[in-house]
């Protein structure tokens, strides 16, 4: 067929649409043309005929509720494109998504952003269960909190199958639901052994789940965990991605992971599943930020080599370094046996914990074996041990290890003591003043990728922002719905800072927004309100109350009312609530009067309150129990109750709850220091009958507190190792602090010392 009979279809079908559709095609040797489309119909007509070399150019503007199949059989030298007119200009808004299928396809340019996907996937690189992607590449593509509006409704941002694919240079930030923000997927024979390559991405902050079903990158499943997937993660950028335990799951082998770092993120880069998997030259910032992790060990021949880790606050499960114990003759989907593994020229940097043999139970009883510890320095300013061992080690080889000075090392054999001094290098890491010093640590020079090394260059990164008081200070004289009125004026971060007097709220106020309420002092600002609720907290919303007193003294004569509250449907953003130098009183109009309600499917990152003074409530201070599925979920990442008082309290001051086993989470978090509680939890509506409940909490700390005439404290540990304290309290009348253990047959863990028990008022 001569060229001038080969282009003249690809030219007929031009003029066919030429109505609709701006075109503008060239010939090349391959003919490829160029279309640029304006709408979804246009694009459906270009997009079922797409021939090697073609260019799909999407309009800028918004693209609302558009779900992209994006197929043709391209080729190496001339792949079939679909990019956007200008890069950042084309927003796929609303129920969207984008699959690919065929050979040799890229995609450039798009935004997802002000939607979520109705399927699956907000990117899959198949269109169908047999219809794949091979040889393709999605790149400088932004997906900017493109979250189900269901906070447990789970689904991925991007899903890989085929093989061979390319996935870089893009930005993910902002999962707020549950699910993986990125997965490879090898639930297929077309999908196992793919050789993808998952590049130079910015995979920016995700927020704390509280749940399992976070993690930021997994590679395969644990049905499939003993097949290869050859992937390579080189060069990412992970920031502060908080959603659970695993930043990224591993679960298949002869995988590589280089040159990766990982900021401020909360949790592990862990070799869940899967054997002969690389961990070479990441590196792994803390900067001290709580559950900061780094690198854990589980299964065969694994290589963990020249990594560099500083800063890392992480215990247990997030630790630092954590080289697991196994389960014998382990299901697919429980824990293997760590077994000819390597663990050599790391450097650790005031790293808190490092853990080894770490979960050893009656289950998880394997021990690891034929494994090699060598050519690794550990350095802490404090010149403190900083390892933990849980069971018999003896299976590790340790060689040529370097500790900086520490007085009563646990481990002895293959360490050398010495007394280093570090500097910080130009690449910004800790190095050895004088290299002559020693020879473990890096074994190569790092040169660790920056934020604006990856993703893309013309969207903004997200950058630390306090959560209050970072707008205008807006000021407020007393009188009815004044503070209603002010708040939905007000702009988010502002400051309202009420003059002396009464403030009355006739309707309930909707925080969707970071307020602080300030009063000049709790004495001379009172707020009271007539609706079953003052405050709402609604999707964005974050409230700071702060010398005021608020009273419930004109409150609808009903139960159930509450100070403030969440929307009763599931809310995806999390929230922070703190109360300081206040009073908040007469929450007794009728019985069940809450301070804090809140619905199932919400989370705060914390709630605080401090300096602050409650009395005459029939109900409970923080209600977070909603829930109670038993399925590892939970209300509130961080609850702080320090130095206020409690007096007449019907109900619990918090009711914290966390049910099931699962061990995906770092949280509840509970601290009760320098209160003091009278005649508190003993309403006959008090299910709990205790003053504080404390379910499957994993870290709690109840200091330096005086209970008079109160319920108890009960604890119920359900889960992995949690740690609780509670010391140097004073019980008046009250009962001694309740633990028990519901899943494990371990010694109970609680430490409960110094603390006095008098019966009568003393």
Request: aromatic share 8%.
């Amino acid at each position: 067929m001569s060229e001038k009979k080969f282009l003249m279809p690809r030219f007929s079908m031009l003029l066919a649409i030429a109505s609709a559709i701006t075109a503008t095609s060239f010939a090349t040797a391959a003919s490829a043309a160029e279309y640029l489309v304006k709408s979804k119909a246009e694009y459906q007509k270009v997009s079922s005929s797409l021939h090697a070399g073609d260019k799909v150019v999407l309009a800028s503007g918004v693209w609302n509720d558009f779900e992209i199949l994006f197929y043709g059989e391209g080729t190496k030298d001339q792949p079939i494109s679909l990019v956007a007119e200008e890069k950042g200009k084309v927003v796929i808004s609303g129920e969207s998504n984008l699959r690919l299928h065929g050979k040799h396809l890229l995609v450039s340019g798009l935004v997802f952003k002000d939607g979520y996907t109705p399927t699956s996937a907000v990117i899959s690189f198949r269109s169908s269960k047999t219809n794949y992607a091979y040889d393709s590449r999605v790149t400088e593509v932004v997906i900017d909190n493109f979250s189900n509006p269901e906070r447990y409704e789970n689904d991925s941002w991007v899903m890989m199958y085929g093989k061979r694919n390319r996935f870089d240079h893009n930005h993910l930030e902002g999962k707020s639901n549950k699910g993986v923000t990125m997965a490879v997927r090898m639930n297929s024979p077309e999908s196992q052994e793919n050789y993808h390559r998952i590049d130079h991405n910015y995979f920016g902050p995700r927020s704390i789940l509280g749940s399992n079903g976070g993690e930021t990158l997994r590679i395969g499943t644990s049905h499939h965990s003993l097949k290869n997937s050859y992937t390579k993660v080189e060069n990412n950028y992970f920031d502060r991605c908080d959603g659970e335990l695993e930043v990224i799951s591993n679960k298949s082998g002869f995988n590589e992971f280089r040159g990766n770092v990982f900021f401020e993120s909360r949790g592990t880069m862990t070799l869940r599943h899967g054997n002969d998997n690389l961990m070479e030259n990441n590196v792994f910032i803390g900067n001290g930020v709580d559950h900061t992790g780094g690198l854990r060990l589980i299964n065969k021949r694994q290589t963990i080599r020249n990594n560099y880790l500083e800063g890392l606050a992480g215990f247990r499960f997030g630790g630092g370094l954590v080289v697991m114990n196994g389960v014998p003759n382990s299901p697919i989907n429980r824990y293997h046996q760590v077994e000819d593994s390597v663990i050599e020229n790391n450097m650790l940097v005031n790293v808190s914990h490092i853990q080894l043999a770490a979960g050893s139970d009656q289950e998880r009883s394997a021990v690891p074996i034929t494994t090699s510890f060598k050519n690794n320095l550990i350095y802490s300013d404090d010149k403190r041990d900083t390892f933990t061992v849980y069971d018999d080690v003896s299976g590790i080889d340790f060689s040529g290890n370097v500790l900086n000075d520490v007085s009563k090392p646990t481990l002895k054999e293959g360490f050398e003591n010495q007394s280093l001094s570090l500097q910080r290098g130009d690449n910004g890491l800790m190095t050895v003043a004088n290299p002559a010093d020693t020879k473990a640590g890096l074994k190569e020079a790092l040169d660790p990728i920056t934020k604006s090394d990856v993703g893309v260059s013309w969207y903004p990164k997200s950058d630390r922002q306090a959560t209050f008081g970072f707008g205008a200070e807006r000021k407020l004289k007393p009188g009815q719905d004044t503070l209603t009125n002010a708040i939905k004026a007000a702009e988010n971060g502002d400051v309202l800072a009420l003059a002396a007097g009464r403030y009355s709220v006739s309707k309930l106020i909707a925080i969707d927004k970071s307020i602080v309420i300030k009063g000049v002092s709790a004495d001379e600002v009172t707020i009271t309100y007539e609706r079953g609720a003052l405050f709402e907290i609604q999707q964005g919303g974050n409230l700071k109350l702060e010398s005021l007193t608020i009273s419930g003294v004109d409150s609808p004569d009903s139960s159930g009312n509450t100070v403030v509250r969440t929307p009763r449907r599931s809310m995806l953003s999390n929230y922070e609530l703190i109360v300081e130098k206040s009073i908040v009183k007469d929450l007794d109009i009728n019985h069940s009067f809450n301070f804090l309600t809140v619905a199932k499917g919400t989370f705060a990152d914390r709630i605080s309150i401090i300096d602050s003074k409650f009395s005459d409530v029939t109900g409970a201070i923080l209600k977070l129990e909603q829930e109670n599925d038993d399925f590892g979920i939970y209300n509130a990442e961080y609850v702080d109750i320090v130095n206020s008082s409690f007096d007449s309290i019907g109900g619990a001051i918090v009711d914290l709850y966390r049910g099931g086993t699962d061990e995906s989470t770092f949280g509840p978090h509970l601290q009760v220091v320098g209160s003091s509680f009278n005649s508190v939890g003993k309403d006959k509506r008090n299910k709990s009958k205790s003053s504080f409940r404390i379910h499957g909490v994993q870290v709690t700390d109840v200091s330096d507190n005086v209970f008079e005439n109160s319920a108890g404290i009960a604890v119920a540990h359900t889960v992995a190792e949690p740690v609780t304290v509670i010391k140097g309290n004073r019980f008046i009348s009250t009962s001694a602090p309740s633990v028990v253990e519901l899943n494990s047959d371990k010694k109970n863990t609680a430490k409960i010392s110094g603390n006095k028990f008098i019966k009568g008022k003393k």
